[in-house]
């Protein structure tokens, strides 16, 4: 399996920017779909976005299409979901996460999480 550890979180104010990575352990992580989901106080988790082992595919929820890039260096063993123009409602606890070969939107398919990271944005 993959071990994964968030980093890059913190509180901006609307409308600034903030790079969240992920550092992924092993060999074989090109052979992994990674993804990243969020989770606010008191709300289930969703999706943010998902990129496929080779970089070739990425997904994104409707409100942070135009705002979010997700990307990764196979070389590193890490992803990354650079965010700009953030607003008061991606205020969440961010995770990052990884399943071998297909990607999917689904919290439930991936098999590796990260601890988390805190990204808080004030108005």
């Known amino acids: 399996q993959v071990q994964l550890v968030e980093s890059g979180g913190g509180l901006v104010q609307a409308g600034g920017s903030l790079r969240l990575s992920c550092a992924a352990s092993?060999?074989?992580?090109?052979?992994?779909?990674m993804a990243w989901f969020r989770q606010a106080p008191g709300k289930e988790r969703e999706f943010v976005a998902a990129?496929?082992?080779?970089?070739?595919?990425?997904y994104y929820r409707d409100s942070v299409k135009g705002r979010f890039t997700i990307s990764r260096d196979n070389a590193k063993n890490t992803v990354y979901l650079q965010m700009n123009s953030l607003k008061p409602e991606d205020t969440a606890v961010y995770y990052c996460?990884?399943?071998?070969?297909?990607?999917?939107?689904?919290?439930?398919?991936?098999?590796?999480w990260g601890q988390g990271t805190q990204v808080t944005v004030s108005s």
């Open positions: 996460a990884a399943r071998y070969w297909i990607v999917t939107m689904n919290d439930a398919d991936f098999g590796s």
């Open positions: 092993g060999r074989t992580f090109s052979s992994y779909a």
């Open positions: 990129i496929s082992g080779s970089g070739g595919s990425t």
